[in-house]
């Protein structure tokens, strides 16, 4: 989708829910929920003004089997509007493409301190609306070809995150393992497989919100 997402849905982390158990399903452990966890509006990259990759994307024919959690680093603003949101987005891209030399946005997904969702690399929001593939990514080394990474705008070292960038990774989260039958047991964060202090303080509470999303996934 590539409309604003709702505030007043995002403060409150809405999704609907159905039946109540978590299956596993299929051969590898995908997992499958019982209960529907409806789509949260995610700014498509043309809407917030992304520019072209300098070369084509990648796409991995194959679903990710894991979600890794990022913290952007940038300083934590009190401006929590979708401007904003589209404003950081544009700023990573910036500094991924013209500091680190990528052909874009590293990560396939940035949420903001307003809980505003967007599209980072050109072409992840197909892969997770039609749930079979995947764009490569550059957000964890030797993780990037099985991985969807999300960046949460901000530097969680030390303090926590707004309540409304928490609820959206929430909702985010248990629509991304309902897409491509991830259980909720495989999400991450960035320190997990490399030498960094990303996700902070996130990823203390990880074992809150894998709780979490199986929770709204029908667990």
């Not at 403060?11 to 829910?17: D, M, P």
């Not at 320190?191 to 709204?216: I, M, W, Y």
């Amino acid at each position: 989708m590539s409309v604003p997402l709702p505030r007043r849905a995002v403060l409150r982390g809405a999704v609907l829910l159905g039946a109540t158990t978590l299956a596993q399903a299929g051969a590898g452990g995908a997992w499958a929920a019982a209960a529907r966890v409806d789509q949260p509006t995610i700014a498509n990259c043309a809407t917030w003004g992304a520019r072209p990759p300098s070369s084509p994307v990648s796409v991995v024919q194959n679903r990710p089997n894991k979600i890794i959690i990022h913290h952007t680093a940038f300083p934590n603003t009190t401006d929590y509007s979708l401007a904003q949101a589209y404003r950081n987005s544009r700023d990573i891209q910036n500094l991924h493409m013209d500091s680190n030399g990528w052909l874009d946005s590293g990560q396939h997904f940035t949420n903001s301190r307003g809980g505003y969702l967007t599209e980072g690399r050109h072409g992840s929001l197909y892969g997770l609306l039609h749930g079979q593939s995947m764009v490569q990514g550059a957000h964890c080394v030797g993780q990037n070809s099985q991985a969807i990474g999300i960046e949460n705008d901000g530097i969680y070292l030390d303090v926590q995150p707004p309540q409304a960038l928490w609820d959206s990774l929430v909702w985010f989260c248990a629509f991304t393992c309902q897409q491509y039958g991830i259980a909720p047991t495989e999400i991450y964060g960035h320190k997990d497989f490399n030498s960094t202090q990303c996700p902070g303080l996130l990823h203390d509470r990880l074992p809150e919100l894998r709780r979490t999303v199986a929770t709204r996934l029908g667990g």
